[in-house]
């Protein structure tokens, strides 16, 4: 009956014009009166059911164009569909029954209510990770391989369903949320394999009665925050190798993106990752950051995010002496020489800049373009990026989606207005696109210099700034002029000049002659204040192990 109830109040409430396809829809949601759908998932459905409908006063565009029903169905028998944290292997509404809204960004529509958890929840969440612990570090690196493995699997078992998830409450292009499927779950399995290879060491000792040898083993429990722009491959890329060393982790995810994350969890126990290995807690970010940091159970905070709250973490951890990795903010440059190839170049600054509408901490954020070059550089990217189809994630050929706000909007807006204000040109966008929301069009702007914001704020929206330089020097000193160092990129066809700007660019990552370069096999992380830490790669494997030299003594005696 509830079902039934939900759809008619939802035909009733919302100015909808219904189509015969979507009364179809709207019965299917009658039918599932006598499935064992619960409240909340019959919801869900409605939302789906919702997006189908044309609204009055929204442009058609905005309309999904997903099966709302298979996705739905899928969601529900795989039971991927969690609107509680989970503590201890239990899913668990927030103490006080407070709830928090998750939106679908491209309509503005309410997806779901989750528990709006604190730090009460938090508290328990690290003593069952504490307890499990306990038996999970004294696991075989092989059986912890098999459940990671298995893990992975279940994720790519559950691909399709996963990305429309992330589609729908982070916004971006639903090829793109596949591609994030492949490449978060990419970090469990390279984890699952690494698991069996956390080698130790022995030493040649300086006496002859004594063998020295170094032990890797697991930091403790986990706290780790990540946030909206990957809601997948932010978590795995932490969890994954933590579990792989022994340590149980507590997963913070960002409230405005909490499904992916408690469908990848739920998948965690269906492979058989035992109770209390992985908790997930969201809601009251301060609380829950305040409960872990003070914790001394918590051995160390992994954070991806802005550099300000990563700062506050880092300052919190003090009083306990927690390890930390940071994975904050960039400001990526964008070199391209004038002996570039030009398509090479266009093609890999428009993947670098326009990926997730501009909205990762390696998009690039300048475009330095040399002289030479400048003005067919401008021109070609222009013209390609006036071709990218912009619309909600599920529409076919959509190659940008909304921002994740009107904060992130107002932010871009921002950057531009005082751009031009100071010289600036629009060649292409500059302003909201007539979709509504928080759809902004894609921009190009020339004329730029280091002194305006957008050269020293991450944008983190769709819009390429082009700047101007002479030589290679003046190039390297633009780039490296910034207390950001994550991402960067070089167009040239110089493999000499492709060195000798690579290692002096003051980063940790460098695309040359590509715009798209993270992968699960290469370390990932930032100089000066873009963060502490490497993930991904064997290297991403040893922020999860404490390293324990033992000293056998008097080894003579017979
Ligand atoms: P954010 O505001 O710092 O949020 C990140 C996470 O921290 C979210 O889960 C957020 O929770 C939580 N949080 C906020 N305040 C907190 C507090 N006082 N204590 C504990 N946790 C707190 O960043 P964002 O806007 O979500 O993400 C964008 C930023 O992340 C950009 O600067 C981007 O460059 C950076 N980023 C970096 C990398 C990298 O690998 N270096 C990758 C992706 C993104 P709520 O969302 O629930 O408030």
């Known amino acids: 009956m509830a079902a039934l109830n939900i759809s008619r109040l939802v035909l009733r409430s919302s100015k909808l014009r219904a189509s ?32 189908s409908f044309s609204f009055t006063d929204i442009p058609t565009s905005h309309c999904m164009s ?25 899913w668990t509404d927030a103490y006080d029954c407070k709830t928090i809204k998750v939106y679908n960004p491209a309509t503005g529509e309410s997806i779901l209510d989750v528990a709006c958890m604190g730090g009460r929840e938090t508290n328990d969440a690290i003593s069952a990770a504490y307890d499990a612990y306990r038996s999970w570090s004294k696991t075989t690196a092989a059986e912890r391989s098999k459940l990671l493995r298995k893990w992975y699997d279940l994720l790519m078992v559950h691909k399709e369903e996963l990305a429309q998830l992330i589609t729908l409450e982070q916004g971006k292009p639903l090829k793109e949320s596949i591609g994030e499927i492949n490449y978060g779950a ?24 004594r063998r020295l040898f170094v032990l890797k083993q697991p930091v403790g429990v986990v706290g780790a925050i990540t946030p909206w722009n990957f809601p997948l491959a932010m978590i795995t890329r932490k969890v994954g190798p933590a579990l792989a060393c022994g340590c149980t982790v507590v997963i913070k995810p960002s ?36 409960a872990l ?3 001394p159970q918590v051995r160390k905070i992994t954070f991806t995010g802005s550099t300000a709250v990563g700062k506050k973490l880092m300052a919190g951890s003090a009083e306990t002496v927690k390890k930390v990795s940071l994975e904050l ?23 670098a800049k326009f990926r997730n509408s501009g909205q990762t901490c390696v998009c690039a954020n300048r475009i330095i373009v040399q002289e030479g ?91 390429a700034p082009l700047l101007r330089f002479k030589t290679e020097e003046d190039a390297i000193r633009i780039a490296n002029d910034t207390n950001a160092g994550l991402g960067s990129y070089v167009f040239t ?42 993930e991904g790669s064997k290297y991403g494997m040893d922020e999860y192990l404490e390293i324990k030299y033992v000293c056998l003594g008097n080894m003579n005696k017979e």
């Not at 979507?22 to 998932?41: D, E, G, I």
């Not at 928080?438 to 914001?453: G, H």
């Open 20 to 51: 015969p396809s979507h009364l179809f829809s709207a019965q299917l949601l009658m039918q599932m009166q006598s499935s064992p759908f619960t409240r909340k998932a019959c919801s869900f459905i409605c939302l789906f059911t919702f997006a």
């Open 186 to 209: 990419g970090f469990i399995e390279f984890a699952a394999e690494e698991a069996k290879r956390i080698y130790g060491d022995i030493i040649p000792a300086p006496l002859s009665d």
């Open 329 to 351: 903010g960039g400001n990526a440059p964008c070199i391209v020489f004038d002996d570039a190839d030009l398509d090479v170049a266009v093609k890999g600054t428009l993947a």
């Open 293 to 295: 940091i003070a914790s």
């Open 255 to 290: 409230e405005l993106t909490p499904l992916t994350a408690l469908a990848a969890a739920e998948l965690s126990i269906q492979a058989g990752i035992p109770a209390g290995v992985v908790n997930v807690v969201m809601g009251n970010a301060p609380d829950i950051g305040d």
């Open 373 to 463: 070059i400048y003005e067919k550089f401008a021109h070609a990217l222009r013209d390609a990026v006036q071709n990218m189809k912009v619309g909600d994630g599920f529409g076919e050929g959509v190659a940008q989606g909304p921002l994740i706000n009107e904060a992130a909007v107002k932010k871009v807006e921002t950057l531009i207005h005082d751009a031009t204000s100071k010289g600036a040109k629009i060649i292409l966008g500059g302003k909201r696109h007539s979709l509504g929301f928080t759809f902004y069009e894609p921009t190009v702007i020339s004329d730029v210099n280091s002194e305006m914001r957008i050269s020293r704020e991450e944008a983190f929206g769709p819009v």
């Open 493 to 534: 066809n110089s493999i000499q000049r492709s060195w000798r700007v690579a290692e002096a660019l003051e980063y940790g990552l460098v695309g040359i002659n590509e715009g798209v370069i993270s992968t699960e096999v290469a370390p990932f992380g930032g100089y000066k204040q873009s963060g502490l830490g490497r």
């Open 66 to 90: 997903v099966d709302a029903h298979t996705v739905a169905s899928q969601l529900n028998s795989s039971g991927l569909l969690r609107t509680q944290g989970l503590i201890g292997g239990k």
